[in-house]
């Protein structure tokens, strides 16, 4: 290849809009610059195009042909694990959610190899990823199981208007104080800092949401705030970060919407997430970072409800694919890791056949 720099493309949920979302990407000129490794069945694309109105033309590889000289521009690597009669649309399968595993963790394979320089992939189910692997918990797990990772990620959404972060994520919310200490606080909101500069913010402004009502309340509500949430807030001050808070879940957003913040540091899943999802469904991208290469997707999910009629609106797709380039930096040369990418299709196989540890 005479440039290395890609995106390693996988496809989500067949029973979903990812089909018909991965082939507008690949239809339209400006998402698709001939910089993809596109990952999944042909014969889901195939449908996905059918579904979208579009036409695609793109050379198609087996996994063997990623140890030897690839294709220029995009192209996909057929995986041949999905036939969509065995799919049924606007539902979750496990052949889907066993699809988007094994399409899921090839992607991180092939960026691990330094092959593509970013993971991008169309969305996912949750329950067809569990009905297929039922140990199946998140995206951040698999990803550090699947590259052996030294430090693990964090997933924030992205929005023009306001960034968000959070300490926990997939978890009960019974256990979200338990798990909340002034280290892992900090630590999130430095790598926020570091993503975020990465991201072109010189020193970004981040509001910290309390846990409690008011904040605590002055500790009639919960001693966290003041306890945890704040030494953590003061240390990352005392190191220059312009960092806020902690400040009452139910204004933060305000706040940083008005301009005063960046992003908004949330404590779990949800008290970002409404927030984001109310101020741009259809725009919002999840980035999972804090990995040697970033992990793009549209932030929506698989919305089964219309599912198959050519209606899927592809601005949070488009989005996700143009700061998942913005992060890598796409457009440099960069050189794969001979050993690894040797090994792909081996890898690849075994990903296929269910025999790596990680499928049980």
Sequence with gaps: MKNASRIAFAIGDAGGISPELAARVLADKTANRGDMIVIGDRRVLEMGARHAGVEIDIPVVSPDALAGDLPEGTFLVDMQNCDPDAVEIGSSTAAAGRAS???????LLTAHSGLADLVFFTPFNKHAMRLAKSDYVDEIGFINATINAK???REFNVLDEVWNARVTSHIPLREVADALTTDRIYNSLKLTVEIMQGAGFERP????A???????DGRNFGTEDEDILL????RAQAENMAVTGPIPSDTVFVRAVRGEFDAVMTMYHDQGQIAMKLLGFDRGVTLIAGYPFPIVTPA??????IAGKGKADTGATFNAVALGRKLAKLGGETAPD?????ALPGQFQRVLEGADAEWG
Excluded: W
Aim: aromatic share 6%; charged share 20%; net charge positive.
């Design 338 to 342: 001979e050993t690894r990418r040797q």
């Design 101 to 107: 595993l094994q399409n899921f963790r090839a992607a």
């Design 231 to 234: 030494p953590a807030v003061e």
């Design 210 to 216: 309390a846990l409690n009502p008011h904040a605590g």
């Design 151 to 153: 430090r693990s990620g």
């Design 300 to 305: 929506h999910g698989t919305a089964y409800d």
């Design 205 to 208: 402004r981040i509001g910290v």
